[in-house]
């Protein structure tokens, strides 16, 4: 039988395993951040309409430079942060995971560095591997904020070509503030200069503004977004950046020719369309989401500040253990592989309510 070691891979994918949460039958899974709300049925009929449009060209390739897209993109982004981004500023791709590799096709490659503070979105070590980037992990507080002036000092240290923050972090929850994004592009620029990847994929459940402002007079900052959380539309892969033209224009050197397909640019804008339908969701997440945190607290579980839609619970002896405890009470949450903690997702209140629940009986059990 041949296997995946029998094949010649390249040597950095020996040995690895793919990313993925488990995908576990249970009655309650707040596993993956996903957003708990289908979309509204009205939606789902534009949507219908749209693709029904699409479908009628599917002979033709798609808007290679997603022209509409991406100007409604702008609009949205316009909107809701205050500042005024054009389509120029934007470029979209399938989830913006895509997007993150384009960037490290980009700015990163074999012979570069990017440089992450641990614990984070474990892709971003992974993208970098995949595109030849070497993978250099920086530091965090105890309490999971960045450490300014240890992350300052290892960016000059080891120059990285591209650095990583993800605000609000996945998966602690934990919000940047704009004086610490703006330190570590100053270090960024005197070591090398380097690309600062903002990665906002939460930005919406916030409860400080968006960083987006910050790319006004700093051509190497990007910040990436998608519509796979606030949107609600994770199976439709739609992510996207707001950086300089420039950088739009880079990453057009190693977007594959016609990646984004008609189908998901008229799902896309059917689902901008309802924006203001959906950020009604993002409200309700975050009450939500703020409600777990304080009954979390109120049962003695340590938490983790959250402005995402998920929130870093513990500590526990032994996480996994906790894991498979929670899960035996139909209960299915994260184990990001952070000693002591768990991460669960905002889901509806009563996915919530049992959840909550799940923990109390385990901390009785526990006790
Ligand atoms: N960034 C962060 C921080 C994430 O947690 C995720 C998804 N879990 C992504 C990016 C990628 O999301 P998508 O590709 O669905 O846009």
Request: net charge negative; proline share 7%.
């Amino acid at each position: 039988m041949t296997g995946i070691d029998d094949l010649p891979i390249r040597d950095e994918l020996r040995g690895k395993s793919p990313y993925g949460a488990p995908q576990l039958d249970v009655p309650v899974r707040l596993n993956t951040n996903e957003n708990p709300y289908p979309l509204p049925e009205p939606l789902v009929a534009r949507i219908a309409e749209r693709v029904a449009e699409a479908a009628r060209n599917l002979n033709r390739y798609p808007d290679r430079d997603a022209v509409e897209l991406r100007t409604e993109l702008a609009k949205y982004l316009s909107r809701t942060t205050g500042y005024e981004v054009t389509r120029q500023q934007v470029w979209a791709a399938n989830g913006s995971n895509e997007v993150l590799q384009q960037l490290l096709q980009t700015f990163g490659g074999p012979g570069r560095t990017a440089l992450g503070f641990e614990p984070s979105y474990s892709m971003h070590a992974l993208i970098s591997r995949g595109t030849g980037t070497g993978w250099i992990p920086g530091p965090r507080h105890e309490d999971f904020t960045i450490d300014t002036d240890a992350a300052v000092a290892a960016i000059a240290e080891h120059k990285p070509d591209v650095v990583f923050i993800c605000s609000p972090n996945n998966p602690t929850g934990t919000a940047v503030t704009e004086e610490t994004v703006l330190r570590l592009y100053e270090a960024a620029q005197a070591a090398k200069p380097s690309v600062v990847v903002v990665d906002e994929a939460y930005g919406e459940f916030s409860h400080r503004p968006s960083l987006l402002p910050l790319i006004e007079g700093r051509p190497h900052l990007v910040v990436s977004r998608t519509m796979s959380k606030a949107f609600g539309a994770a199976g439709l892969r739609l992510g996207y950046l707001a950086a300089h033209p420039a950088v739009v224009d880079a990453v057009q050197l190693v977007r594959l020719p016609y990646h984004l397909s008609s189908v998901t640019q008229a799902t896309a804008l059917a689902a901008l369309e309802f924006t203001d339908t959906l950020l009604g969701y993002v409200e309700q997440l975050k009450a939500e989401r703020d409600r777990i945190v304080t009954e979390l607290r109120a049962m003695g579980c340590e938490v983790t500040e959250s402005d995402a839609n998920f929130v870093q619970f513990g500590r526990f002896p032994d996480s996994h253990t906790a894991w498979q405890a929670i899960l035996d009470q139909g209960v299915l949450v994260r184990d990001n592989g952070v000693p002591g903690w768990l991460r669960v997702t905002a889901g509806t209140p009563a996915e919530n309510d049992a959840f909550l629940e799940a923990v109390r009986t385990i901390r009785k059990e526990s006790n």
